[in-house]
Structure formats: C-alpha cells, structure tokens
Nanobody
Framework: QVQLVESGGGSVQSGGSLRLSCAAS????????MAWFRQAPGKGREGVAV???????DYADSVKGRFTISQDSTKNTLYLQMNTLKPDDAAMYYC??????????????????????????WGQGTQVTVSS
C-alpha cells in the first residue's frame, strides 16, 4: 500500500524559509510522478511543483524562483525548499503521487487548473503559516 507522510511545516515570518519533506513507502518510488500541492482556507487545491522520475520539474508561476522541488530516490523522499515566503504562501501543503503519469500530467498539467485530479495518492498534509 502506497503511503506518503509529510513533515517540516511550521510558522515563519515573511521572507523566511522552510523545507518540507515527504517520505514515501509501499511502491517503486522512482517510477512515479511526485508533486506538492497546497490549499488555503476557502480556496481550491493548487499545484505548486512537480517532478518526474527523470528529475524534470515544473512550478506554478506564483512560486517560480522561490521554491525548489527535489527528491532523493535512495531515501524515497520528496522535498520542497521554500524561500522568501509570503503570507499568500500560507496553506496546508500536501505531497501526492501520480501512479500513471504522462508528460502533461507530470508537467504543466500538474500545476495547472485541476492538476490535483491526476494524483491518486495523498499524504495527510503539513501546515505552513507565514506572518507579515
């Protein structure tokens, strides 16, 4: 059974940094597509960043240049380095796995509207709070 467990969330001031981690188990991690999503109260779930098995990445425009997605396949762990955080970045952050990815669903499709629909497995989320 595929399981994802996030950690690393917390409270920071605007301009600060956080590093989120997502530990994966129960499947051949390197074969699949991984992504980070976030959801703020009253808003829909939006794709933040995605990475495929070859290491290719895509980002939402709102986080480009500030966030970096990476993975350590030897540890079956996904990361999201978040720098220069803004109050608008405050949300519950989720990692997710797409077990049957295509170039679209593991690329711009993941960070576009409805991108979360392509991902079958989800972690429980980790809260990020940014104060101004």
């Amino acid at each position: 059974q595929v399981q994802l467990v996030e950690s690393g969330g917390g409270s920071v001031q605007s301009g600060g940094s956080l590093r989120l981690s997502c530990a994966a188990s129960g499947y051949a991690y390197r074969r699949y597509c991984m992504a980070w999503f976030r959801q703020a109260p009253g808003k829909g779930r939006e794709g933040v960043a995605v990475i495929d098995s070859d290491g290719s990445t895509d980002y939402a425009d709102s986080v480009k240049g500030r966030f970096t997605i990476s993975q350590d396949s030897t540890k079956n762990t996904l990361y999201l380095q978040m720098n220069t955080l803004k109050p608008d970045d405050a949300a519950m952050y989720y990692c997710a796995a797409n077990l049957s990815p295509s170039p679209w669903t593991c690329g711009l499709g993941a960070v576009g509207r409805g991108g979360y629909l392509h991902f079958e497995v989800w972690g429980q989320g980790t809260q990020v709070t940014v104060s101004s």
